[in-house]
């Protein structure tokens, strides 16, 4: 009995390079969509345009595909271990710390050294307190935490339909918020940073719908997981292609029909469904991407590379790429000099060097992150003094 419990904790899940796949596309198509976003003149962006309303579609898929993939990942390593107690597992630890972690470095990001002085005064600015993607992905994963603990109480039904009823209904409450009056925002007596996570003046990536992204990744990660064995077979990503074209071709018409089958029972009611076709259609999409990545990673023999290693090494491309762009925590980056100046060619070859840089920045990620850590309390202090305290523990 004691051989074949060791077994099975020494048998790791097989490591699925589709999901390291779709984690580089995301983190690449970020990188070129804010760079060409911000160089990219006013003049060249015209919705008549084939070539802009292209990228601007790739562009609008982005954050869809990037939030997904986060909760595909996490909860598929989450559930490797589903049989041990909830603290005992140590992806729960882990992940709290990742929550954490990603909170911290989207405040600090939108924070400026530069008006430390103005700080200690009180004089903030209200986007300190904006709720923006690391921020909304560190909320992501703590819901994800959450529902399975809250799974591994009730200990009935698999956890994937945990997640999905969870990102059903943080779904239907955005047509509510997306309807209000311009300028009208929800607990307007709560705190900025808190009223931000729902709907405020700056709620950039908020809770509705951005983390039902995550959750609805959640879900993805766990049914890979329960079906770990099936993945290699080519109905399963023929499945996750046949849902996401559905949901695109037929998604508007299907709620649409559900909203009228709901207004014939009650006359007044609120449900609608088909505001919402666009969310689940950009859904859609991330499940075709995914559908397709398993196909190539079955027949094309796909290998450790470079380009799996970007996948992995998101939040560090992340947080440079927001420092170098936007200005972040040192007040100097490129939006303070070729903002909305360049033409579309210069914006691409631009974009493409942009990335080739943080290729290259991953590839020799190990010796910077030791030289990071050398210097790492003159970079970037105060605030990794901050950061020390929070994990501490």
């Known amino acids: 009995m004691n051989e074949q419990i060791t077994e099975v904790v020494k048998a790791p899940r097989e490591r699925l390079k589709f999901i390291d796949m779709a984690r580089s596309i995301a983190i690449l198509l970020m990188l070129e969509g804010h760079f060409i976003g911000l160089t990219l003149g006013q003049s060249y962006r015209d919705e008549n345009n084939l070539l802009y309303a292209s990228w601007n579609?790739?562009?609008g898929f982005t954050a869809p595909m990037f939030f997904t993939v986060t909760g595909v990942v996490f909860v598929y390593l989450l559930t490797n271990n589903v049989q041990s107690g909830y603290f005992k597992n140590k992806r729960?630890?882990?992940?709290?710390q990742r929550s954490l972690e990603l909170l911290f470095w989207g405040y600090a990001l939108q924070l400026n050294i530069q008006n430390i002085v103005e700080y200690a005064q009180g004089n903030v600015s209200n986007w300190v307190y904006a709720f923006h993607v690391l921020q909304s992905i560190g909320i992501g994963i703590s819901f994800l935490l959450l529902i399975f603990g809250l799974y591994k109480i009730i200990k009935k039904g698999g956890l994937w339909f945990y997640y999905f009823m969870a990102a059903t209904i943080l779904f239907?409450?955005?047509?509510?918020?997306?309807?209000l009056p311009e300028g009208t925002y929800l607990l307007n007596d709560w705190p900025l940073f808190i009223q931000n996570m729902i709907k405020g003046p700056d709620s950039v990536f908020p809770i509705i719908p951005w983390v039902a992204f995550t959750l609805y990744g959640g879900m993805v990660g766990a049914l890979l997981n329960r079906f770990h064995e099936y993945v290699r077979k080519d109905w399963f990503p023929i499945t996750f292609i046949g849902l996401g074209l559905a949901l695109n071709l037929f998604g508007y018409t299907i709620f649409e029909t559900v909203d009228l089958v709901f207004k014939y029972i009650y006359e007044d009611s609120l449900i609608d469904l088909s505001f919402n076709s666009w969310l689940y259609g950009r859904l859609g999409q991330v499940l075709i991407v995914i559908g397709i990545l398993m196909f190539i990673e079955k027949y094309l023999n796909v290998k450790d590379s470079l380009f799996l290693k970007v996948g992995q090494n998101t939040l560090q491309i992340y947080i440079v790429h927001v420092i170098v762009l936007y200005s972040g925590i040192f007040g100097i980056g490129l939006n303070h000099i070729i903002k909305e100046s360049l033409n579309p060619w210069q914006a691409i070859l631009s974009a493409i060097g942009f990335i080739t840089i943080f290729v290259i920045f991953t590839?020799?990620?190990?010796?910077?992150?030791?030289?990071?850590?050398?210097?790492?309390?003159?970079?970037?202090w105060p605030f990794t003094k901050m950061k020390d305290l929070i994990f501490k523990a």
């Not at 239907?172 to 309807?179: G, R, W």
């Not at 590839?363 to 970037?380: G, N, V, W």
């Open 92 to 96: 729960v630890k882990k992940g709290f």
């Open 172 to 179: 239907s409450f955005y047509p509510y918020l997306k309807n």
């Open 363 to 380: 590839k020799y990620l190990e010796p910077l992150t030791e030289l990071y850590q050398k210097f790492k309390s003159i970079l970037f």
């Open 57 to 59: 579609f790739v562009r």
